[in-house]
């Protein structure tokens, strides 16, 4: 799920599209190169590259920028980036949790830390929180896809353990083993889904009054806005009116 999260339209403004897609695309090719990188060059014989391209082709990634990243993960000057779970606590007690790609760990963690002190949170130990979220995977489709029941009887067919509908998608969630064999059946029923990847799923959601959820999502959108930062999962709610006001 690289460059996506359940946050991401809440905190862009008119006017900065632009450079936020530029900032996508970065980290949507960093996530192919290191997913090239630790397996086949085939995102047909590798499950992290297949969801990373699917990733970047719902963003509309130009084809020719997912083919150079999948090349560069090959080239002598390949960067090394290592994989990183940040974790901390949010105002209100929120639980985030942060995945990075990074090439200097001392770097990101110092920005992170600095993010959630000026939040008035505090980064925690890797552990601390993750309890609270269970490590499932998603495969996401656009709604027009399939029908409500007609998603969630070919789902259950897969093996998958649950969907959810909203106004735009299909959610189905799996476990972390089945991921891929449902993905492959329900692409070969309705196509190529929007996403298939692992994602941490909060277990209950804490509802937030305005002022710690403006604060939160302050947050967030600053996590997100780090070029290593990859994803970032929060355990809380907030009110349709402070959505609408910073969305704005």
Known sequence: MAGHSQFKNIMHKKGKQDAIRSKLFSKLAREITVAAKMGLPDPNMNARLRAAVL???AENMPKDNIERAI?????????????????????????????????????????????????????????????????????EFDKKAATEDGMMEAAIDAGADDVSTTDETHEVITSVESLRDVARALEEKFGEPRKAALIWRPQNTIKVDDDSGEKILKLVGALE???DVQNVYA??????????????
């Not at 929120?94 to 963690?109: K, M, Q, W």
């Not at 000026?118 to 979220?133: D, N």
């Open 71 to 139: 090349k560069k993960a090959s080239g002598a000057d390949a960067e090394n980036y290592d994989e990183v779970r940040y974790e901390g606590y949010a105002p209100g007690g929120v639980a985030v949790i942060i995945e990075a790609l990074t090439d200097n760990r001392n770097r990101t963690a110092g920005e992170v830390r600095s993010y959630f002190t000026k939040a008035g949170g505090a980064l925690a130990e890797t552990g601390a929180v993750s309890f609270m979220f269970d490590r499932v995977g998603l495969v």
């Open 55 to 57: 990733a970047a082709r």
């Open 225 to 227: 806005d780090n070029d």
């Open 235 to 248: 355990n809380f709610e907030v009110s349709d009116a402070l959505v609408a006001k910073l969305s704005g």
